[in-house]
Nanobody, 122 residues
């Protein structure tokens, strides 16, 4: 069984910084991409940033230049460094991983964390 556990959310003033972490555990065989998504109240979930196993990254236009995604393959962990935070960044942030397991090495599946709240006050 695979679990993704996020941490690092909280309340911060506009202009501040937070660092989110997401650790994947369980019978993981190989992780392809890891990503962060967010969902604000009344809005659809949106992709924030994604990083491949080869560390190729992509970002939503709204966070480019402010957020940095990185990963530690040895720890099956992905990070999201968020700088210059704005009130519009307020949302629940979800970790997502596309991976195979030791019991199903040929089938890639998407797994999600439970989410962590980020609140940016003005």
């Amino acid at each position: 069984q695979v679990q993704l556990v996020e941490s690092g959310g909280g309340l911060v003033q506009a202009g501040g910084s937070l660092r989110l972490s997401c650790a994947a555990s369980g019978n993981i065989f190989s992780i392809y991409y890891m990503a962060w998504h967010r969902q604000a109240p009344g809005k659809q979930r949106e992709l924030v940033a994604v990083i491949t196993s080869g560390s190729i990254t992509n970002y939503a236009d709204s966070v480019k230049g402010r957020f940095t995604i990185s990963r530690d393959n040895a720890k099956n962990t992905v990070y999201l460094q968020m700088n210059s935070l704005k009130p519009e960044d307020t949302a629940v942030y979800y970790c997502n991983a596309d991976l195979t397991t030791t019991t199903s090495v040929r089938t890639r599946r998407s797994y999600w964390g439970q989410g962590t709240q980020v609140t940016v006050s003005s």
